[in-house]
């Protein structure tokens, strides 16, 4: 499995929920309009491409510092291992800084802003990319750490799917925010009052990346989850029956919370048709698992040793 992938998308994920960048989220929902403030169900189907625009536009921007990034480490390739060094210590400064805050000129936020009275695609396109350019100071050193990483990277594509899989994890939520504001309100007080604790988690990640830059670890641990992916087939084959039955149950157990909430959503007249196929998904999953028709070996092996794109 291509760690790197992964990274930069909980990295993208992350930066969302950064203290300087949440906040802003009700001004960008504001601008989408794209559901009623009664009921995140209640969506202007005309809003999805103006999100959808404001997503390819930071998309765009993260990808071209990407192939920059990458282009000079690939030019400079020879000198990888200095490379390595230099940017795991820089990437472990801005991890540690995340937490402690002691590079104080590295509050200096320089974001760009746009006045759009007309909303259309084109303007929300722009809107994403001013978004990209404007707040990457302050997502910076998560931003920073996919860069190196991407700079590290054995070729230029390698680079360029780290970006779009940053954009990727920064972009799944601003969408889901968009479509569901309603909802998105509810959960954003609880989110605000734990900023301090993403933070934290935000610093340990940049700093663990940076460890394992500096180290040159990430092929290790590439090296470690194929082993397990191994070891697993081969366990499953031995006590197939024992596994599946484990998945089953797994299964069942997680399709009891949306059968919980469906009392509940009745008494307060809500839909529960998305519980009821989210039931019926898990159920059908545990059935099938249970009868031997899904290979776990496979697919569990499968991800494990998944190298990637």
Request: glycine content about 8%; overall charge positive.
């Amino acid at each position: 499995m291509e760690l790197n992938i992964f990274i930069a998308l909980f990295a993208g994920f992350i930066s969302f929920l950064s203290p300087c960048i949440f906040p802003l989220i009700p001004s960008y929902i504001a601008y989408i309009g794209a559901a009623s403030f009664n009921d995140g169900m209640q969506r202007n189907k005309g809003s999805i491409p103006l999100i959808l625009s404001f997503i390819i536009g930071f998309t765009v921007v993260f990808t071209i510092m990407g192939v920059v990034i990458s282009t000079l480490g690939f030019a400079f390739r020879s000198y990888s291992l200095i490379i390595n060094r230099v940017s795991g210590i820089l990437v472990i400064i801005l991890g540690l800084n995340t937490i402690f805050n002691f590079l104080k000129f590295l509050d200096y936020e320089k974001k760009a802003t746009v006045t759009i009275k007309n909303k259309n695609i084109i303007s929300s396109l722009l809107l994403g990319m001013a978004f990209g350019a404007g707040w990457s100071p302050c997502i910076g050193p998560i931003l920073a750490s996919i860069l190196l990483l991407a700079g590290n990277s054995q070729t230029l594509a390698g680079g360029i799917i780290l970006l779009l899989f940053f954009s990727l994890g920064l972009a799944i939520p601003f969408f889901l925010s968009g479509i569901f504001i309603s909802k998105f309100k509810e959960k954003s007080s609880y989110i605000k009052q734990h900023l301090g604790k993403i933070k934290i988690i935000s610093g340990l990640l940049i700093t663990l990346i940076g460890i394992l830059i500096f180290s040159n670890r990430l092929s290790n641990i590439n090296t470690s989850l194929n082993y397990m992916a191994s070891v697993f087939i081969t366990t499953y084959s031995n006590k197939k029956i024992f596994i599946d039955t484990i998945f089953s149950l797994f299964f069942i157990f997680i399709g009891l919370f949306p059968f919980l909430s469906i009392k509940s959503r009745k008494k307060e007249k809500k839909n529960i048709i998305i519980p009821i196929i989210i039931i019926l998904m898990f159920f059908s999953v545990s059935f099938f698992s249970f009868s031997g028709a899904i290979n776990w070996g496979n697919i569990v092996g499968n991800y494990l040793s998944f190298q990637g794109i």
